[in-house]
């Protein structure tokens, strides 16, 4: 699974994901099933959503194409040029080579990487990074190379130029934060652009920064929760792909939150995750589209 | 708004919602989206579905005819007739001509009457009937007329008659079953079959019949629910529209879980309701279709 | 309802509830018991918390006093004057005195008086107050006095002594904001403190101010709340009693925030309502103790 | 941690969890503070309750004791002996010597030794029992013990005796079936009664049995759930400690259902595993009163 399949032999049936985003007007969702059609394809599972604040249309297509991969994607240039959106067809269920970045907490990798062996989290981790040693066991567990790049105010230059190697190397197609403690630069953010996730362990955009159960230990909320988002120079402030809470009482510690919270986060992480590598999150300016099941 | 509007005037361009059921097969989602391209029409959103168990196809289409509503009909009966489906073409918004049945208890015609009253529930609802005399000041407060009803061995066929006289007389869409504690009779069920929504008070299949409190607190559950269905003739067992649980305790008596399940009562046959008159349901064998937000 | 009941005679015994906040520090429970011991009576259920952060101990006690109130009181006088501490004495299930406060929105007006009637909410309302007159046929329909008291710059200092006046007359314990869209004066907010609970839209501390469900959209949230606190003088920064949430996705609109919020702000507000009638929310600075079931 | 500890040394202030249950009757509070305050110890945290059904009042106490726990057992025994009931001293904080038994499926193991060694779950897991060797890996990574014991007609007796002597040569206080597929024999149940906890993938007592999620499918409910029981021999009928659950929609299928099950399975089993641990759950009969934080 750590390359991508070539586009399919002619000989059989490919599932394929198509996804447009544009201005909206009429005729796109016809001009799309036309591309379908016109390969003598099946439409499985489809959703449009037209956005009267932004207006754009954003579409979601799962499609067989008996024809392949080839001359949809033809059909998409088309369409897409016509309609002056951006257009994507990925072959459905292909797992994204991903880098998992942590630091010394492993309730999210060892979730992400549980999830990717047993219940088919369409993800190919090619490497986790981490600023800390103490997870290199965890991804070994999974069979999965383990990559120490200390940050400290030194070596922060070198770490960016070793991780963007990698992406580059591995072509990495998402990189997932998974309660890594420092912030990426604006190189690897912009490199990256919709293609980094990171969970951040409160409800956004209530207690942004550092500390969020201890803020809201001291506010005295019935709820906390976690917020997965896309990640932008802007920290704390990209646009939101899922969010979940959790109840907690007055009997409950700053500590007795964060383990509370570490359930909450795991979970939103791998939502969010399950849905951008199943090509479900499309981007509305600052805000997500997502079309969940 | 007790009269459903004519089908618009050629001057301005009407909003319709689309919905077919199909057995699955290639083309259809360009063949309903090319009636809307047809009359120059432009799809708002839309969704699709294909169940591989019952090899079903299900679509609902939200979209502007400049046109009006006529050329639409003429172009989904050619689809429906060439696909072999179901469909339908309905104004988005028109509110449905609705009875809602009750007996004692008012938290669910309360919630209903309010909702269409201040939140736009799109329901006409042009009577309220009840087996006892205890909610009319409700549907005065509301300027619904109050049909009382009562509902004994002798009277049981005379109600039933009464009933359809009035469904008839007042062409009415749908029926709501707002903990109204008497069984339909099979021939309302017949003639209103996919009409008639209840709220049963549990989360179904657990607890059927008429104690389901009483029998959560003997089993000692820790989460109560309530369900709403369409009715069949066979009690509790019509397709699930939609289910919602709350929190229960130890120190929960019966009395207490009563109470607590009210809300969710309410709370689900709202949204039960609301999603059948935007037609977002559509039925799947002993299943629903459910195209929420 | 609407006198509180004398001291019980002594023929019968009295349901009581007995809360104490004080210094932590040994001995307390015991000392508590003892009243409830020392009157042969009987303690139905109790809850305890020590909060290490403020020091202070919380204790909520229901319990049978086959005495009436006048011993416990006493035994409660004296524990409370050793232990350094602040108690009350109530009589369980009394509704409390209460003055609703509103605006336009009636959701939450309609909410506590159906309960109120139907679900044994044990608040007293001696009257609505409102700055709108919208809401005046519904408190008519439940047989509740409305008190128009417009709001303007020129009548702001005349409504604040309208209110203070009816609270002092009515002896009114509870003022309840129930989407009432002024601020109280701080000489309101003084006299009452601790008093008055206030529904605010959002899940606080996100989106302070008045239009959070606009904030909400605008940013993306996945997620969207209310917040039931008691009111200070420092606006949406009061004690938090209760919070709750419900999911929106991209496809929903500030329209659609609003409907689904109104459904979270009621039952969030009533919840908080009825803790705060059972005597069962003890303040603990800026946060609350919530001894719920 | 494997060897509990000693009674504390008279140096030292130990932290100790009381619980009591026994026929409801004046007096039992103040006895309990009483044997707290006899040894000079502070009540910590504290719940009581009065069942009126059954009659019995249960009450858990959190205390620290500078005299250690001797003094605290025997003024409990007389407590106990008084009032008829039944009494534990337990250790705060002490994990309990816990044999998990498993299958194919890992979910449940994966999250219970990830949250025994990240995030203090109070288990000290002396052997996983499986009936298939899939998941020693996993017990191996977490330094645990695996031991097979296939499980077929002809061996089941064996199988048992190995278990019941792994139980009595470890003094195992805690079975956790962590989705085992085997049926305890009734020995087992009877040696091990109120000690012995399953998650049951449905939200009982919907859809006993073996295929809870092909029958939650077919039957087209909304909403998928878990439960965590005490084990007995009346099969899915145990007393219920904990019950979640998840929303699932018509685009679910079986597979999808038994994906996002699993987690609501781990996190209910984690659950219940925690608060008996921290010995909040009592038994009143068929049910349980669970005093969570």
């Known amino acids: 699974m750590t390359t991508p399949a070539p586009a399919s032999a002619a000989s059989g049936s490919e599932q394929l994901i198509l996804t447009l985003s544009c201005p ?34 954003f579409m979601r297509v799962e499609a067989d194409s008996p024809s392949g991969r080839g001359p949809v994607e033809a059909g998409m240039a088309e369409v897409g040029s016509r309609f002056g959106g951006t257009w994507r067809v990925e072959e459905s269920g292909r797992p994204l080579r991903t880098v998992v970045m942590v630091s010394r907490e492993g309730h999210c990798l060892t979730d992400l990487l549980y999830r990717q062996r047993s219940q088919g989290l369409p993800i190919d981790v090619v490497a986790v990074v981490g600023n800390h040693p103490d997870l290199a066991p965890v991804a070994q567990f999974y069979g999965v190379p383990f990559l ?7 070596t922060r230059q070198r770490a960016e130029d070793e991780l963007l ?70 920290l704390d402030e990209g646009p ?54």
């Open 165 to 234: 190697d990698l992406v580059r190397a591995e072509r990495v197609e998402l990189i997932v934060l998974a309660r890594y403690m420092q912030v990426l630069s604006p190189a690897v953010c912009e490199e990256m652009a919709g293609r980094v996730i990171n969970i951040h362990h409160s409800f956004l955009p209530s207690f942004k920064g550092a500390r969020p159960y201890a803020q809201a230990h001291e506010r005295g909320v019935k709820l906390i929760g976690a917020t997965a988002h896309y990640v932008t120079p802007d």
């Open 240 to 293: 939101i792909i899922e969010q979940d809470v959790a109840r907690v009482t007055h009997a409950d510690s700053t500590a007795d939150m964060v383990a509370l919270g570490q359930d909450v986060e795991r979970r939103v992480l791998a939502q969010a995750v399950r849905w951008h590598c199943e090509h479900r999150v499309l981007m509305d300016g600052s805000r997500t589209v997502v079309f969940s099941r």
């Open 148 to 154: 120490l790049v200390p940050v400290t105010k030194d």
């Open 24 to 57: 909206d007007q009429p005729g796109i969702v016809h001009a799309v099933s036309g591309v379908v059609t016109g390969v003598d394809g099946n439409i499985i599972q489809s959703q449009q959503f037209g956005d009267p604040d932004s207006g754009l249309f």
